[in-house]
């Protein structure tokens, strides 16, 4: 039994149920079968529990970028349908989901909560630089043999999918409906298609 992970799988359920201010050490080191020493040797505070959670969401999430994103470029050489295809495929993915995926809600109630925290603060900036750059380098290419139809920051085109996801969450959780984060995504795919596709040649 790998420890570490049992702490933060158990960390992660109670911050699902209760948030993460009422998440105690106390309380995860029962759940997970530790001391309270031994959640310390894993995490020297409750902010590296948080920063431990948050890798965890960046970890699974850049996985499930790397294999769909990479899937539908083995599909088309070219850049913008193989972008539209891996927006397709990742639209799939939360339409399967059925309720919002555990670590993004996870990952935005650690941020909510300890927003102030300059280390969480740091993690979730470089979590969103990284979707940023991830994106951005899809756009060039696109951008390189498809120019857009209209004048458009590429940077701001990047930052507007993880928008949609993360508004989607809110979306879904105000609304009960899971849906609702996979028609964000379809939307943006939309939205790429009017921007490059006009440009074809």
Known sequence: MDTRVEILKHAMQMVLSEGFDRT?????????????????????????????LMHMFMDENNAVFDRIFAEARHLSDDPLHAFLIGLKMLQDVFTDLP?????????????????YEARVHSLTRRSSESWRRR??????????????????????????????????????????APELIAAQIGMYRSVIKLMFAAGRG
């Open 24 to 52: 105690t050490i106390n309380r995860v080191a029962e759940r997970a079968g530790v001391s309270r020493s031994g959640v310390f040797y894993h995490f020297a505070d409750k902010t590296a529990l948080a920063e431990g």
């Open 99 to 115: 309720d919002v995926h555990p670590g993004c809600l996870v990952a935005m109630t650690v941020y909510q909560e300890r927003l």
């Open 135 to 176: 994106f951005r380098h899809m756009l060039d290419e696109i951008a390189e043999v498809y120019p857009p139809n209209t004048q458009v920051d590429l940077d701001d085109l990047a930052d507007m999918l993880g928008v949609c996801i993360d508004g989607g969450i809110i979306l879904s959780k105000a609304h009960q």
